[in-house]
């Protein structure tokens, strides 16, 4: 049922936005075009903000510095009741949303997508969105040069997010 | 705090290659990164191209303004510095229902467009303002409904029951929203007093 709604929204909202403008008799295909301009403007102001984040966290990540991170952390996640095997998800998840999906990839290889481990990234990798992709493109796009406490909201809400998938995996699959 | 988190992923990414002998590695790396985000930015220009004609329809119809007034009462809460029936308010919902359904590059073009829109009431325009990082707040959480691409993922990876995540799912994220909305409104009373 969720999944019908989510296959029919787009092209619902493609027929319903038309539809009402058809009558209200605003000029179709015109203030499409015109609206569709903007696009292009927008992808280009956010190219340089995207290369700025993109190549910081590749330069982490390959340098291996990212898994070093995370097994400088593992002790702490064993003593909070986290599998260990989830916290490089819960590091990555802010920062490359392809990067974590390519991590969950891996824990379904290893342990199975319907075991409590592949559960648990499953629910990790789809509560949150990736923090530093829309702090990066979203404040790039009108030269917000001052995020002022922007990161952190959005950095600790992630926190919350994976700790409360942690407690309702545990609660729902152990 | 963003220069500073952009400076310590290249000086600790850096540093620890050099000790560990990764330094080739980095390099190509980087390189293939810029490469690979200027990619990114064209393959957004489509899709950001069509949701912006959409929304010009929207808005020259005045489906805007009706979508503004019916969450009125939860946007005057969230938003309080954002007249009631602003334009901002249909894109902020198109993208927060957007990410419900988990239609993730329908949800960027509608976040920029709002954007746009906060920044044209935005007293200063170098620094973000209170309902920017509202906005970016509810984004990051990103409640989420039905979480598409790991959907996708579990049934490509043998899952017998793929969507079989999406109530645990719903609990974290919910859980997730409602700390970064309160975390917010500490922090812009501490900031915008």
Redesign the interface.
């Known amino acids: 049922m969720?999944?019908y709604?989510?296959l029919l929204?787009?092209p619902l909202?493609?027929l319903l936005?038309?539809l009402?403008?058809l009558?209200?008799k605003?000029p179709?295909y015109e203030?499409?075009?015109?609206?569709?301009?903007?696009?292009?403007t927008?992808?280009?102001k956010?190219?340089p903000f995207?290369?700025?984040?993109?190549?910081?966290?590749?330069?982490?990540?390959?340098?291996?510095?990212f898994a070093?991170l995370a097994n400088l952390l593992s002790p702490f996640c064993r003593a909070l009741g986290i599998p260990v095997d989830v916290l490089p998800i819960a590091l990555m998840r802010?920062l490359s949303?392809s990067g974590s999906?390519a991590l969950?990839?891996e824990v379904?290889?290893r342990y199975?997508?319907?075991s409590f481990i592949?559960?648990l990234a499953?629910?990790?990798?789809?509560?949150?969105?990736?923090?530093?992709y829309?702090?990066a493109?979203?404040?790039g796009?009108?030269?917000?040069?001052?995020?002022?406490?922007?990161?952190?909201?959005?950095l600790?809400?992630?926190a919350?997010?994976?700790i409360?998938?942690v407690i309702?995996?545990r609660i729902?699959?152990s | 705090m963003l220069n500073m988190i952009w400076f310590a992923l290249l000086a600790v990414g850096i540093t620890y290659a050099l000790f560990t002998g990764n330094i080739g590695a980095v390099t190509t790396a980087a390189f293939s990164a810029a490469a690979n985000a200027v990619k990114l930015s064209i393959e957004l220009a489509g899709v950001l191209c069509l949701w912006m004609g959409l929304l010009k329809l929207a808005e020259r119809s005045g489906m805007v303004n009706i979508i503004a007034k019916v969450i009125a009462p939860i946007a005057g809460w969230l938003f309080p510095s954002v007249p009631r029936d602003d334009p901002a308010f249909f894109a902020i919902v198109m993208n927060l229902a957007a990410n419900f359904l988990g239609l993730g590059n329908a949800a960027t073009p509608f976040g920029l467009k709002a954007m746009e829109r906060l920044q044209q009431l935005n007293p200063d325009p170098t620094a973000a303002s209170a309902p920017m990082i509202t906005f970016l707040a509810l984004n990051t959480a990103c409640i989420t409904f039905i979480p598409t691409l790991v959907i996708s993922l579990r049934a490509a990876s043998g899952s017998a029951n793929p969507t079989s995540i999406i109530s645990a799912t719903i609990m974290a994220t919910t859980c997730g929203t409602i700390f970064a909305v309160i975390f917010d409104r500490l922090l812009r009373r501490h900031y915008f007093r």
């Open positions: 969720l999944n709604i989510s929204a787009v909202i493609l936005i038309p009402y403008a009558i209200k605003v179709l203030t499409f075009v015109d609206g569709a301009a903007e696009g292009w927008v992808a280009l956010i190219m995207l290369v700025g984040m993109l190549v910081a966290i590749a330069v982490f990540r390959s340098s291996g510095a070093a802010p949303g999906l969950t990839a379904f290889e199975g997508p319907d592949g559960m499953s629910v990790m990798q789809g509560s949150t969105d990736t923090t530093f829309i702090l493109v979203y404040f796009s009108v030269g917000i040069k001052k995020y002022r406490y922007a990161p952190a909201v959005g600790a809400a992630d919350i997010s994976f409360s998938a309702v995996c729902l699959y």
